[in-house]
């Protein structure tokens, strides 16, 4: 479908076309694990990528094609990948990049597994994380990088923390050093932030959160763009000849750049990856995530307007010692907002709470709308103590260093009334500062 149609046709109609899914209106639920070859001759053209479909669905399968589709129309990208969850996005990523040795440049604002599993999964396979000193500034960035750096990871808006860096500046280094910058768009959804404007290359997504919506179904993707140059002699393995990658008649061997020069990033991870590690996402997984993406920007607004009424609450609550979202009360982000997230923040915020250990596990325990879980962007709203769980990963100088003190309570907001939860906090923080 034509990238010239709206964002809100696009999550509804593009990668999909009745007339080659015997003219289902909805997208159909391609349950099945093998698809016929047909004959030999077309089975060698499929598993040498001669011929582009679908052979087993661990590889790929229609109904999981078609948000892959979606996702990358949305983004404006080349190509995507789906996963069967958010970190298996995150770690296939950073195993295609640094593959056979190399460094990931970061920062301390992470969602907490996967700041974790850089810390203890990555060093193991040859793969090490370095870390800016200061998130804030794009130059830390630069004065980072190291001969073997293989890509700058950073999340647009930042778990729990709802802090914006300066995409722009950044992929600017990024490029400088001739490697790629990946996002981590989870918050934002491609709805409030299309970072290959900015100069991103790789978004990855958690679809278990906002894009999905409900609560109900585990899912990561990776998009790309064609824009950056795989071939520039830092990643050799994009340019070395694959066996599988048979040219017919001939039997060369070629490279992914070669067979797949719009995807080569996306069409690795499936050769690789997803192939012979097996994260797949199942084709219903991939109809309830399509679901939730019809009603994306719907839900967001809502979701948007409802976080500003609250964050405005929080603010002048006496026992709420900070707001940390980029619209409260002189927060250091606004301009960045104004940048990049014209049509808000997202969802998702931290707070202060202002009473002893004791306090903050009754206002925990007395709410009746807020769930207490830890998934985020849901069409409920949740509550958690980021430090004890989302983050618990992280000792506390690591904490510190993200910005995550212990009186930090997170939100994300739902699609609830917001006056009624309102009234839920009001109640929960009398309950938990009441005498006696």
Not at 228 to 253: C, D, H, I, M
């Amino acid at each position: 479908m034509t990238s010239n149609y709206a964002f809100d046709t696009l999550k509804i109609r593009a990668g999909y076309n009745s007339e080659e899914h015997n003219y289902a209106v909805a997208v159909p639920i391609y349950q099945t694990v093998s698809f016929d070859l047909g004959d030999p001759d077309r089975a060698e053209r499929l598993t040498t990528a001669n011929e582009l479909g679908h052979v087993y669905s661990r590889i790929s399968n229609p109904t999981v094609e078609v948000l892959e589709n979606r996702i990358a129309a949305l983004d404006g990208g080349t190509g995507a990948i789906a996963l069967a969850s958010g970190m298996a996005a995150v770690s296939y990523t950073l195993l295609n990049l640094a593959e056979g040795g190399g460094r990931i440049l970061t920062t301390p604002r992470l969602y907490g597994g996967t700041f974790d599993s850089l810390k203890q999964i990555f060093p193991g396979l040859g793969i090490n994380i370095d870390l800016v000193e200061d998130s804030d500034e794009p130059e830390s960035f630069r004065q980072a990088m190291k001969e073997d750096t293989k890509g700058i990871l950073i999340e647009s808006i930042s778990n729990p923390n709802a802090t914006i860096p300066d995409i722009e500046a950044i992929a600017k280094i990024a490029h400088d050093n001739n490697v790629p910058l990946i996002v981590d768009n989870t918050f934002a959804t491609p709805y409030l932030l299309n970072p290959f404007r900015f100069g991103a290359d790789i978004i990855i997504y958690s679809a278990t959160k906002t894009i999905g919506g409900h609560g109900t179904t585990l899912g990561g993707l990776i998009v790309e763009n064609e824009k950056f140059n795989w071939a520039n002699g830092k990643f050799p393995q994009f340019e070395s000849p694959v066996y599988l990658l048979k040219e017919l008649p001939t039997g060369r061997s070629r490279t992914v750049l070669e067979v797949f020069p719009k995807v080569p990033f996306t069409a690795r991870v499936r050769l690789t990856y997803l192939s012979y590690l097996g994260a797949l996402l199942s084709p219903f997984d991939a109809f309830l995530i399509l679901q939730g993406l019809e009603t994306l920007s719907e839900r967001v607004t809502k979701q948007v307007a409802s976080t500003e009424k609250i964050v405005r609450y929080l603010e002048n609550n006496e026992k709420v010692s900070w707001v940390s979202y980029p619209s409260a009360h002189d927060n250091k982000y606004r301009d960045l907002a104004a940048k990049y997230l014209s049509r808000g923040a997202g969802s998702i915020f931290s707070f202060g709470f202002k009473g002893d250990e004791q306090q903050l596990k009754k206002f925990l325990t007395s709410f009746n709308l807020f769930s207490y879980h830890a998934n985020v962007g849901d069409a409920r709203s949740l509550v958690i103590n980021s430090p004890k769980v989302t983050h618990a990963e992280m000792n506390a100088q690591e904490q510190l260093a993200a910005g995550i003190p212990p009186e930090t309570i997170r939100l994300s907001i739902g699609l609830e009334d917001a006056n009624d939860l309102i009234a839920d906090l009001e109640q929960a923080f009398a309950k938990a500062f009441a005498q006696g």
